[in-house]
């Protein structure tokens, strides 16, 4: 159990379009869900926290106006990046968290991310 | 959260046991060492945690100190697959944020 898929897993677009991510959990309810970007051969980084029903918490320096992130419902996520230039390109990765029940360890499920190319 | 300290690289010998330290010298008394790992080009994966006693799961083991300031992540029996960059990470659990080190890219040969 605790799969989290996104979609698409690799995207191309130009410069100055904008690019949606979706991340889904299969197969419970996610209360929370986190986008984090990572460039090659570093570690990643968190971009946003978002709960379902209200506003994302972005980490400092990720602009939110350009990185929008919508949590409709329990179990989805959009992550759109607007007006994508080249230096957008990353790979984009949600993880999502549950209750912590007595069957819970706390830990968070990863999608498998999403290859982002701007050209 | 407190911060960890990881070698950035180690190798192993495929079928021998892949001992990962990690220290966390600033560690809190509510803290709890996450290991997760990541395969080239995939989401990472969880895989053990403990507080202060030593773990086990169908993954693997997780040996912490006494003094509870480092950790060694044990795949008893490593394979091919096992190759990926691992991470360990010090927070409360159920605390929302993972923050990710470099962690250690070990590499299985043959």
């Known amino acids: 159990g605790a799969v989290v898929s996104q979609h698409p897993s690799r995207v191309i677009c130009k410069s100055g379009t904008s690019v949606k991510i979706e991340c889904r959990s299969l197969d419970f309810q996610a209360t929370t869900m986190f986008w984090y970007r990572q460039f090659p051969k570093k570690s990643l980084m968190l971009m946003a926290t978002?709960?379902?029903?209200?506003?994302?918490?972005?980490e400092q320096g990720v602009e939110k106006d350009k990185f929008l992130i919508n949590h409709a419902s329990l179990t989805l996520s959009t992550l759109t990046v607007t007006s994508a230039h080249p230096e957008d390109s990353s790979f984009y990765i949600c993880?999502?968290?549950?209750?912590?029940?007595?069957?819970?360890?706390?830990?968070?499920?990863f999608g498998p991310g999403t290859r982002l190319t701007v050209t | 959260d407190a911060k960890t300290t990881q070698p950035p690289s180690m190798d192993c010998a495929e079928g021998r046991a892949a001992n990962l330290p990690c220290n966390h010298s600033?560690?809190?008394?509510?803290?709890?060492v996450y290991w997760y790992r990541q395969i080239h080009s995939q989401g990472p994966q969880y895989i053990i945690h403990?507080?202060?006693n030593n773990e086990t799961n169908e993954m693997a083991s997780l040996i912490i100190t006494e003094d509870r300031k480092s950790s060694t992540l044990i795949l008893p029996h490593a394979t091919l697959r096992d190759t990926a960059v691992y991470y360990c990470?010090?927070?409360?659990?159920?605390?929302?944020?993972?923050?990710f080190g470099q962690g250690t890219r070990l590499t299985i040969n043959p």
């Open positions: 993880s999502a968290t549950r209750v912590l029940g007595a069957a819970d360890r706390g830990e968070q499920y």
């Open positions: 990470i010090v927070l409360i659990q159920g605390a929302q944020k993972l923050v």
């Open positions: 403990g507080l202060k």
């Open positions: 600033t560690i809190s008394g509510n803290e709890y």
């Open positions: 978002s709960n379902e029903g209200s506003k994302a918490t972005y």
